[in-house]
T-cell receptor
């Protein structure tokens, strides 16, 4: 298995633009997590899905952020409009049977909003 | 006060030394996770614990639920162990992360 795949690996955009980050989980995993990592706040859980259904989005910072999982092999995290404070590394991870089980992380997307 | 506290924040060791990284938390948890973040940024899951002790190679993780404390030990440390080690706790639908411990192992 190729592991968790994220794209793009790097994204540079201007304030106000829409940004879409993509994630393909490991085949057969039923949980998918989106995290954000910044120097100031460290790692934060944004949202997670179980069987494509969002379970907890309390970590999503504001309405500018949205996440979808249209099928078991694909998820997106969208920021519209983007702001400089959204600059961070965004990780996607997947696991089998729950957040208390081992998670497999993607390589991350480094987002820079100018 | 953070709900998850790690110590030390930074740790430098000589190759071969025994290393301990600590994680204390203030909330009830269902499980605790130790992560390793390499200098290139990639994150690897090391252990998931809900009780007792787990061992994988030179790494050992323990948890004391009553004392709300976990430790990660590295025996016979090696420069390739240099990374940031992050503790994460799970409670229902929530996750909280420690700030990480930056480990540098010198040859």
């Amino acid at each position: 298995d190729a592991g968790v795949i994220q794209s793009p690996r790097h994204e540079v955009t201007e304030m106000g633009q829409e940004v879409t980050l993509r994630c393909k989980p490991i085949s057969g995993h039923d949980y998918l997590f989106w995290y954000r990592q910044t120097m100031m706040r460290g790692l934060e859980l944004l949202i997670y899905f179980n069987n494509n259904v969002p379970i907890d989005d309390s970590g999503m910072p504001e309405d500018r952020f949205s996440a979808k999982m249209p099928n078991a092999s694909f998820s997106t995290l969208k920021i519209q409009p983007s702001e400089p404070r959204d600059s961070a590394v965004y990780f996607c991870a997947s696991s089998l049977l729950g957040q208390g089980n081992e998670q497999f992380f993607g390589p991350g997307t480094r987002l820079t909003v100018l | 006060k953070n709900e998850v506290e790690q110590s030390p924040q930074n740790l430098t060791a000589q190759e071969g030394e025994f290393i301990t990284i600590n994680c204390s938390y203030s909330v009830g948890i269902s499980a605790l996770h130790w992560l390793q973040q390499h200098p290139g940024g990639g994150i690897v899951s090391l252990f998931m614990l809900s009780s007792g002790k787990k061992k994988h190679g030179r790494l050992i993780a323990t948890i004391n639920i009553q004392e709300k404390h976990s430790s990660l030990h590295i025996t016979a440390s090696h420069p390739r162990d240099s990374a940031v080690y992050i503790c994460a706790v799970f409670n229902n639908n929530d996750m909280r992360f420690g700030a990480g411990t930056r480990l540098t192992v010198k040859p």
